[in-house]
């Protein structure tokens, strides 16, 4: 992933060494350069920006008077030689503050944070996103569906497993770990080697025996202390 970015700053020398800075770092891409924030509108308005090295102090419109006055500006990282303004631009939810003068390991820290920024907005949400609520299995030549509410608990048998659903029983030609991979965690554990189980379907824990409907189902030592933390998950209610 590239950053675009654009320094803003009044004096040549500083513009100079960010351009270095910046030349040294393979993720950015320097698109433009202003010595002062009324330049710097054009540049973000004609170009896709992601990044700017704003100065603070700076003729006729300082860098915190740009922020407040700006609408939609990209990523922030403010270069200053006064460090006592720091706090004022974390409160305006700047990526990171560079007191001059910063080495370029400093440099690079900053901007690491600007591209997990940007990485992290990048992501797809998954707010609105129906939350899943079955699989599919190949049975005796058809696919059949199975609805993790309807299965109860599933049982291997060397290359096959057997499902138990309330409804039917489905023979599988799979593995239990290739199974588990792909059920969702929160809802079942392996308590032996040869079983998994649905923990919303867990009516009763006796010793090392689940009760699963009608069924009992072992749970081994090697899987116990692990599969019983799971099944409580902090919901236990102890005297």
Do not use: W
């Amino acid at each position: 992933m590239i950053l675009n970015c654009i320094i803003i700053d009044d004096e040549p020398i500083a513009r100079k060494l960010l351009k270095e800075y910046i030349e040294e770092i393979d993720f950015l891409r320097l698109v433009g350069m202003a010595e002062n924030p009324l330049k710097a509108t054009a540049l973000l308005s004609e170009m896709e920006v992601d990044l700017v090295f704003l100065d603070v102090n700076m003729p006729k419109m300082n860098g915190f008077q740009f922020l407040r006055s700006a609408n939609n500006l990209p990523m922030v990282i403010m270069t200053t030689a006064y460090g006592q303004y720091a706090l004022d631009g974390f409160e305006m939810a700047v990526v990171d503050y560079l007191v001059k003068p910063f080495s370029l390991e400093r440099f690079l820290k900053a901007c690491n944070k600007a591209l997990e920024l940007k990485i992290l907005k990048q992501k797809p949400s998954t707010e609105n996103k129906p939350a899943e609520d079955h699989f599919f299995v190949k049975c005796d030549g058809k696919i059949e569906r199975v609805m993790y509410d309807e299965l109860l608990y599933i049982e291997a048998m060397a290359n096959y497993v057997t499902l138990y659903t309330t409804g039917k029983k489905l023979v599988v030609y799979h593995t239990i770990k290739g199974i588990l991979e792909k059920l969702p965690p929160a809802r079942f554990v392996q308590v032996h080697k040869s079983y998994i189980v649905n923990i919303g379907k867990i009516g009763t824990i006796e010793g090392n025996m689940l009760h699963v409907g009608s069924e009992k189902i072992t749970v081994s030592q090697s899987f116990y202390e692990d599969a019983i933390d799971k099944i409580l998950a902090g919901r236990f209610l102890k005297r």
